[in-house]
Structure formats: structure tokens, C-alpha cells
């Protein structure tokens, strides 16, 4: 992963529709999510797809696979090192840039972190929910586990990207907002992670102008990475303009 300064900053996203490109200055994209976590494939009927089967899309920027979410199933995986494997030869036999695992259902870290360290030549992102629970871990043992999880993640392998999930089926109230995410942010950076390895996110589902500008604040005020939206394609053009103009970001998809 490539040194930035203080003030350069990566935006990207998720979808979970093979056929899009990524919007204008984005530069990084993950597909998924891939939630039949031993079938790896995306459990959703006829529309289903896997990595091991599935090229990477020939797009201007770098394309993962996301491994999880918030429907995955089942908890505790992957659970072994022949699943390992098989999710590193999909990687690098479909030409995919990396792997993005998104903790929502109760993943096995250690596992993870084998996985991490045996790509070690590919991209690899941590996603994992950052709202209440994970910011008030002293009165959440769930909040305190998933940091300790994070702390070991960045201690034990060279993840390229601490991912936070800031939002539900819809973007949090501004009062949320301003409650979890600089102080989640923040909070990886009391742990030691390098701030270019920490990225915000929004949902287009809900995002209000009001919304996109705090969370960019946050991002320049603590000077972290950048900026992953879900849902990418339905991004509104106001809201990429927004953030291309005050992230400074001029490279990537037209």
C-alpha cells in the first residue's frame, strides 16, 4: 500500500452488482457480499455468484471480493485452513486485488489473521460495525471483544485498511453521527493503527448533506484514510461532487 500524506485521501465503495464501474475519483471497489461463508458464495438465489468462480470486473480501480456482512452465516468462520486455501487461489487465480472481510456474524479473528498473512501480496481490508457498542466498550463485553479483535488484527497481520461500519439499513442521525464517528476513529488511532489505514463510511440510503459533511470533518480533522460508501451506484451526483471537492480527489473513474 502506497505512503500518503496528511492530506491525500482514497474514496471507494461496495456493490453488489458485478456489472458496476466505480463513480468518478474512486479507486477502490468490493464486491459481495459473499455471506454462505463456507459455500463463499453470495447466497442470493438466482442471482448468486461466487469468487472462485467469478473473474474480477475489468474496471479502473482496484476490485475485491467482501467475505461476510450483516447476513452471513455461519458464526465462527472461516474455520480452517483448507477454506483459507480456497479463498487465497479465488483471489489470485480470478484476478481479484484482495480480500475485504466483513465481520457480521461472529468471525474466528485468529483465522483471519491466517488469512491476512498468507496474502500477504494482495489488498486486504477489516469491516466491522462501530457504533455503540464498539465506542462504550466498558459497558458492552460485545463492544470490548470487538476491540480487542481490531487491536489483534492490527498487531498481528499488515491489513491495508481498518474499515468502520457507521451505519444501519440507513445512514445514523446526525446525533449518532457526532457520538461514533470521530470518537470510533479516534479510538483505532489510541490503538496505534496508522491513520491512513482508518476509513469512514456512509450508506446512499438516507444520506443527507448534512450527514456526508460531518463525516468528511471527521475524516480531514483526523486526517485518516478516506471514504467507503455502501451502495455506491445510487450516490447522487451533489453528494460525489461533495466529496470529490472537499477530499480534494481528482484521480479515478470518469
Known sequence: MKTFKADEYT???????????????????????????EGLTTARGCDSW????THAPLISASSLWSYGGDGCFPRGMPDSDPLIDKMISATTCKCWSGIDVVNGCGMDSDKIITLF??????????????????????QHPEGEFANNEVLKIYMYTDVDRF???????????????????GPGMKRLLNMGVPAKKIFATATTK???IDALNHIIDEIKRLKVG?????????LLPPHLDLINTRLSINNGAK
Open 11 to 37: 474514496t471507494g465503495g461496495w456493490t453488489q452488482n458485478l456489472g458496476a464501474f466505480p463513480k468518478r475519483g474512486m479507486t477502490t471497489v468490493m464486491y459481495g457480499m459473499i455471506e454462505d461463508l
Open 50 to 53: 461466487s469468487p472462485v468462480e
Open 117 to 138: 498473512n498468507k496474502m500477504h501480496w494482495k489488498q486486504k481490508s477489516y469491516t466491522f460495525y462501530a457504533g455503540s457498542k464498539f465506542n462504550n466498550p466498558e
Open 163 to 181: 474499515i468502520l461500519k457507521m451505519y444501519d439499513g440507513v445512514m445514523w442521525s446526525l446525533e449518532s453521527l457526532h457520538s461514533y464517528v
Open 206 to 208: 438516507g444520506l443527507t
Open 226 to 234: 478516506g471514504l467507503f460508501i455502501w451502495d455506491y451506484e445510487n
